[in-house]
Structure formats: structure tokens, C-alpha cells
């Protein structure tokens, strides 16, 4: 039995794993074990990057069209078979980027387990807080060559990750201790860690969480918001970054334009400093508010909401239209800052406690209780909360818009993981940012510049198949800004 587990489980730690449990895991006696290790060297300049979530094995066939029903056809190449899963994706991508990162997760105690296991370490993803049981989850993925789409076909593991079956504690020590051991570096000395949660496992992600605030007040809580999932919402309230795909906000909130979704979710998340929209071949948005919006150096112009869309729109063209040839290689893409001055109209029209937001709920309830029936089967006891009844009002302060246009010049084979490479790429930025000031004041440059090395990443990914086989170095990234 792992000693990650609550109950159940199996596990594989090698000789160093074990000796990170030994002396990473009992809160009392971990410092001064770490203590000494620190004194065989420096103290890494990165804060400890942890990813929670799914991994999983991808097969990947590409085909010249998506088939009609009741179709044959041919794969244009040979099958492909990668790993896969939101955080094991994202971890993979910050650990080839050179970070420190460690993976909470489970996967089969199979052969597909053990390639999967490989494949993390070999991109510098420390595993030891990897349980194994089961059969490893895996995904079907049809690449349509012909619209540069694709189509998931999951099938999840036969011992997914119960709830309660994590320790927590034991399990963000463990990989804390497996991102820093090779620096030598003691807990005491390293900066507050950086944990990275994609959505999934979100009873035990909830733990993950308060361990983390427990360890140090000030961890830094990223949260994926793909799309509705039990439990979900009671995460994204602990979250000081939401990642948000391009349907979350509208599917969370009812509202129609972006900039109203955007505000909304602000109003539902108040400890949410930043809010981030990715947004495919549109490029992604950021809301950020607080300290982190008075930094930014904005224009003159105060859009309306329902304008934010439009305005990434224009944004885009304008960038565009400066060159006047078709980019040869990556371009890096442009940012604009706009910031709202006066959130006191926002007040009355985006308070919590609009007459809509019974029906709100009722659409979020009902589709987390769908997920969870999906992937927990249907007679697994499913719940969903709401924090609309305690999400505080929006504090009368600056909110400020970061909008990132896509690359040009991008080539697109498939489109499989670019949100995972997405948030893997913010999350190796965050966690070098704050091991170098030390805090959580990013500076008025970090977003900025950030959003465009994301985009950058996201765009390298898109040129190979799957959803990791061209994920870059950070050599690869800081070429493409170099030229």
C-alpha cells in the first residue's frame, strides 16, 4: 500500500522516493531533514511547481476528414500513442520549459502506467506522488487533417481516484521534497509553492489545497476551469488565478459577451486576482485586478464590457495588417492593456444577487451532476455547490484587461493539448517570477510578457501530433523572440 494512500492503492517508489517519505512527509521532522540536504548547495531561484489532476495515454490517428456514420476509412499515418491528461500534459510542458515540477496523480499499475511514469521523469516531472492501481486511463483522439480539429474519446480508468483516498498532506509534501531535492534546498529556504489544478479529482484537489494554504499562507492556487464539474466551483473559490477555456465563462455565468462573463466570475471569486480566457485562434484575455491591474501600463480607452471581444478582434487585425507579407516563421504575438477605472456601475449591473442567478444555478448544478455521472457512473452519490450565496461584491478598484493577440505565422497540425501547454507554460513563468521577488508582486511587465511566451508555446505545440511531441525547450521559446 502506497504510503499516499488513505486507503487502498499500489505503489512503486523507488530508493529515493522512499527517502523522500521518510523525510519529506512528517510535518514536524521535515524541515530539519530538508535542513540538511540544503547545506550540498544553493537554493533553487524557482518557487516548487505542483500540477494536480488527470494523466492518462493518448492513441492518436489522423485522418483526412472525420468519418460519417457508419464509415471506413484510413489513418493518413501511423497511430500514435502519447501520454496525455490535463495536469500530467501541463506538468510535462513546464518541466521541458525547466522548471521544478511534481505530478499528484493516478494511473494503472499496467505497462501504459509504467511508459507513462517514464515519459514524466524523462521531462523532469518528479513522479513520486504518483499512485498506482488499476488500469491506466486512455484516450482515442481523431485528428481531422482536413479542418485541424479533434475528437476525445475517453476512457477512464477502472480504479479512478476515490474520494478521500488521498492524504493530502503527505502527498504535496512528497512532491514538494521530489522538486527540490536535487537543488538541495530545505523548505525553510524555498519560496511558497506554486500548485496547479486541472479541474479533475476535485474532492482530493480540495485537500491538495488546504494543504497547500496550510504549509504557507501564501501558496499560489492555479485553477483550470475547462468546463462544468462537480465540485469545481468550491476550488475555483480558493484559486488566486483562474485559467478559463473559451466556453467556461459563458457556460458559469449566462452571459452573452466576454467582458460581462469576465466581470461576472470576478463578482463569483473575489480572491481571484487574475481570470484568464484562452481563446484559441482569437489569442487569450486576461482580467486582472487588485495591485496586479494598477501595475499595468493601460491606454485612455474604457470599453464596455460586451466590447472585449470585438476589441481582441481589432486588436488582432491592426497587428496583422503592420506586416505586409504572410510571416514566414513564428511571429510573437502583440498585447494591449485597457483598464476599467470606476467599477462602481459594475456594481448594479453584475451584483450576484441579480433575479437570474437561481437559473444560473440550476444550469451549473445540473451540468456538474452530468460530469459527475460521467465519470463516477451513474449511481455514484453526486453533489454540487453554489458560491453565489457568499461571493463578496467587487471592491470599487481598478480592473484592467490584458488582451494577447494568437501567433501568426503558426503551423497548425493539431490543435490537441495547446491549453494544457497553455497553462503549463503560465505556471513554469508564475513559478520563476515568484522564486525571484520572492512574493507575489509580479511586477507591472510579468503579464504582459507572460501571456505572449504562453501564446508562443501554445503555438510551437500545435505543430506536432498530440498533445506533448512538440512541446518546446525553453531554448525553442526564447528563439522565436530573438528573431
Not at 448544478?365 to 467587487?394: F, H, K
Amino acid at each position: 500500500m502506497s504510503a499516499l494512500c488513505a486507503r487502498g492503492g499500489e505503489s512503486n517508489f523507488t530508493s529515493r522516493r522512499r527517502h523522500a517519505l521518510a523525510h519529506g512527509t512528517a510535518r514536524a521532522g521535515r524541515s530539519k531533514a530538508l535542513r540538511a540536504d540544503a547545506a550540498m548547495g544553493p537554493a533553487s531561484p524557482a518557487a516548487p511547481l505542483v500540477f494536480v489532476g488527470g494523466a492518462a495515454v493518448d492513441w492518436i490517428a489522423r485522418v483526412g476528414g472525420f468519418p460519417e456514420p457508419d464509415a471506413k476509412i484510413r489513418t493518413t499515418a501511423p497511430i500514435e500513442v502519447q501520454g496525455g491528461g490535463n495536469a500530467a500534459n501541463a506538468a510535462t510542458c513546464a518541466g521541458r520549459l525547466g522548471a521544478r515540477v511534481a505530478l499528484i496523480s493516478k494511473v494503472g499499475a499496467d505497462s501504459n502506467g509504467n511508459d507513462l511514469v517514464s515519459d514524466l521523469e524523462k521531462n523532469g516531472v518528479d513522479t513520486s506522488a504518483i499512485l498506482r492501481q488499476g488500469r491506466t486511463p486512455f484516450t482515442y483522439i481523431l485528428v481531422d487533417e482536413a479542418s485541424n480539429t479533434r475528437t476525445c474519446i475517453h476512457t477512464p480508468s477502472d480504479a479512478p481516484m476515490r474520494p478521500n483516498e488521498l492524504d493530502a498532506t503527505k502527498a504535496l509534501d512528497t512532491a514538494i521534497y521530489g522538486c527540490l531535492w536535487k537543488d538541495h534546498c530545505s523548505l525553510d529556504e524555498a519560496c511558497s509553492p506554486v500548485c496547479v489544478f486541472d479541474g479533475r479529482i476535485t474532492e482530493n484537489a480540495l485537500r491538495v489545497a488546504d494543504a497547500a494554504r496550510e504549509l504557507r499562507d501564501d501558496a499560489l492556487l492555479i485553477v483550470e476551469a475547462e468546463r462544468l464539474r462537480s465540485h469545481l466551483e468550491e476550488l475555483l473559490e480558493k484559486a488566486d488565478i483562474i485559467v478559463a477555456s473559451k466556453h467556461y465563462p459563458f457556460e458559469s455565468t449566462g452571459e452573452e459577451h466576454l467582458g460581462d462573463a469576465l466581470i461576472s466570475m470576478a463578482f463569483q471569486y473575489p480572491r481571484a486576482r487574475a481570470i484568464v480566457v484562452t481563446l484559441g485562434s482569437r489569442g487569450a484575455v486576461a482580467l486582472l485586478r487588485g495591485n496586479w491591474a494598477t501595475e499595468q501600463e493601460t491606454t485612455d480607452e474604457r470599453p464596455a464590457a460586451n466590447d472585449v471581444a470585438a476589441s481582441l478582434d481589432a486588436l488582432q487585425s491592426k497587428w496583422q495588417s503592420s506586416s505586409s507579407h504572410e510571416p514566414a516563421n513564428l511571429r510573437v504575438p502583440d498585447v494591449a492593456c485597457i483598464r476599467w477605472d470606476d467599477a462602481a456601475p459594475l456594481e448594479s449591473r453584475y451584483s450576484p444577487n441579480r433575479g437570474d442567478a437561481s437559473e444560473r444555478d440550476a444550469r451549473r448544478t445540473a451540468a456538474a451532476l452530468e460530469e459527475g455521472r460521467r465519470n463516477a457512473g451513474a449511481d455514484a452519490p453526486i453533489t454540487s455547490s453554489s458560491s453565489q450565496d457568499n461571493c463578496g461584491a467587487l471592491p470599487a478598484e481598478s480592473l484592467a484587461l490584458l488582451a494577447c493577440t494568437a501567433c501568426a505565422g503558426a503551423k497548425i497540425v493539431d490543435t490537441t493539448g495547446a491549453g494544457d501547454a497553455f497553462i503549463g507554460a503560465l505556471s513554469a513563468e508564475l513559478a520563476s517570477a515568484v522564486g525571484a521577488s520572492r512574493s507575489l508582486s509580479l511586477g507591472s511587465t510579468f503579464w504582459s510578457s507572460a501571456l505572449r511566451t504562453c501564446s508562443v508555446v501554445a503555438a510551437l505545440k500545435c505543430g506536432g501530433v498530440g498533445a506533448r511531441s512538440a512541446l518546446p525547450r525553453r531554448k525553442e521559446v526564447n528563439d522565436v523572440f530573438r528573431d
